[in-house]
């Protein structure tokens, strides 16, 4: 079974600096899906970037980049010049491709337990 | 754009007493997913369901029943709340099998059994 681990519950940064958060995973799969959801005070579930295994190349949106180390299982989320709304839970996430096969946990998110991000004036 | 939508945000139960979530979606996903979120647990998946018809246990599916007889909405029903049922769930859902990307995720309901 897929396992995703983050191994800092908490973290705090200044205003206008850069935060990386680490995300680990144990998969068997060659194939498949990483991403990184943002939880701020409202709740909502909000996609902060994906990762696709088989591409090389580390996804970027914005102010926020990814380190994918497909051969060490790691793909942490850097955040550069923190803005105080990116205070949230951060949490990585494991998707099998969908078209893996026929039942199953394909398609479905495994989430880590998730990282608290205080970015402080 | 409703996009998923979970009533109700909040409730409050008594120890035994039933209720049912209900999930709606307006962009015709087909698949459909029932999460638990627990402080340090990260979230869960409770059940899911690949089309209309169709559901499937997740990783913590007992306590619960679901339904999805229609493609717009999944039910998630407790027939009997337990203290240790009391959680924030969410509702998500994706476009369909052969069409990777993320979950689009409900506002969440805080459920909360006295």
């Known amino acids: 079974a897929q396992t995703v681990t983050q191994s800092q519950p908490e973290m705090s940064v200044q205003e206008a600096e850069t935060v990386t958060l680490s995300c680990t995973y144990d998969?068997?799969?060659?194939?498949?899906?990483l991403f990184w959801y943002k939880q701020p005070p409202s709740r909502q579930m909000i996609l902060v970037i994906r990762?696709?295994?088989?591409?090389?190349q580390n996804a970027t949106e914005n102010r926020f980049s990814v380190n994918f180390q497909k051969a060490a299982k790691s793909f942490s989320l850097k955040i550069s010049d923190s803005q105080l709304g990116d205070t949230a839970m951060y949490f990585c996430a494991f998707m099998k491709p969908p078209w893996a096969g026929y039942g199953g946990s394909q398609g479905n998110l495994i989430f880590g337990k998730g990282t608290k991000l205080s970015v402080k004036p | 754009n409703a996009g998923v939508t979970q009533t109700p945000k909040f409730r409050v139960l008594k120890t035994g007493q039933s209720m049912t979530l209900l999930c709606a979606q307006d962009m015709n996903h087909e698949y459909m997913y029932w999460y638990r979120q627990d402080p340090g647990m990260g979230l869960r998946l409770i059940h899911y369901s690949v089309g209309e018809g169709t559901t499937a246990k997740g990783e913590v599916p007992d306590g619960y029943n679901v339904s999805r007889l229609k493609k717009q909405n999944f039910l998630l029903g407790l027939e009997s709340a337990a203290p240790s049922q009391t959680s924030v769930y969410f509702c998500?859902?994706?476009?369909?099998?052969?069409?990777?990307?993320?979950?689009?995720f409900g506002e969440g309901s805080r459920l909360t059994v006295l």
């Open positions: 998500a859902s994706r476009p369909g099998r052969r069409i990777p990307g993320e979950l689009f």
């Open positions: 990762q696709e295994a088989y591409k090389q």
């Open positions: 998969t068997s799969e060659s194939n498949y899906y």
